[in-house]
């Protein structure tokens, strides 16, 4: 079942600095998993986008205030996020790890976090899990717009720790990040496109048909191993 686009252009909105999925390279341009996706999928199905980094929280403004038409942000499905967003099938699968300064041996379980300041990203589904869990394990928690301002806290030890999608710890420690990650993740949910609940419903039918496409022809395998393969 082929969909056609309504609209000239779709504005996407994404995360501004969340890699592998979208990051700046050397020269300035955008790229990752999620940016390449969404142009290969929006060229195998013929529709135009415009996308626009403006971090996690600010994109899910802007898809629900229909300033967007859509988000693809390494976005978890949760259920609570379903009220308000419809969402593609997954493309992805990431759990949410606590972070701490490698050569920390001091925490080891979330117990060892009491009277410690826990750093996540405004809006998050680690900012979610966060604020459940705080009274029962006592960490205090700061919020930050933007993975470089938590991860440099991390660094001068302004904050003890932080909360992040276990690809992304991954990577950052690929890259040379001193941290590592002595607790079992956690599920929060698989990566999704979205649009604000009943908008748009031809660009989330174009994605999965896109995406699936993307999974027959080898395309996806390609642009993942990309950024994340085992010689990466
Ligand atoms: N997967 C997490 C979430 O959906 C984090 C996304 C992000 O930081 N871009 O909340």
Redesign the pocket.
């Known amino acids: 079942q082929k969909a056609t686009p309504v609209k000239s252009q779709y504005n996407i909105s994404s ?1 501004s600095l ?1 890699a592998p ?2 990051f700046q390279d050397s020269s300035k341009k955008y790229v990752g998993i999620d940016v390449d996706l969404m142009n290969a999928i929006s060229q195998d199905q013929g529709f135009n986008i415009k996308m626009n980094f403006v971090g ?1 929280q600010t ?1 899910v403004d802007q898809t629900l205030a229909n300033q967007a038409d859509g988000m693809i ?4 499905i ?1 259920d609570e ?1 379903k009220k308000v967003f419809d969402f593609s099938e997954p493309y992805f699968t ?1 759990n ?1 790890t606590i972070v701490v300064k490698e050569g920390n041996d001091k925490v080891k379980s979330y117990e060892d976090l009491k009277g410690l300041t826990v750093g996540v ?1 405004n ?6 899990f966060l604020e459940k869990n705080k009274d029962k394990y006592g960490y205090k928690i700061k919020v930050f717009d933007t ?1 470089d301002t938590m991860y440099e806290s991390l660094n001068t030890s302004s904050i003890d720790a932080f909360m ?2 276990e690809p ?1 710890v991954k990577y950052a420690i690929k890259q040379g990040r001193k941290f590592s990650t002595p607790i079992k993740p956690e599920k ?2 698989e ?1 999704g496109f979205a649009v604000k609940k009943g908008s748009n419903p031809e660009l989330i039918e174009m994605f999965n048909n896109g995406l699936a496409e993307l999974k027959d022809n080898g395309q996806y395998d390609k642009i993942v191993d990309k950024y994340v393969g085992d010689n990466k």
């Open positions: 995360d969340f999925f979208e996690f994109a942000a390494g976005m978890s949760t996020r990431a949410s990203k809006g998050t589904a680690s900012q979610d993975a992040d999608d992304v929060i949910g990566y």
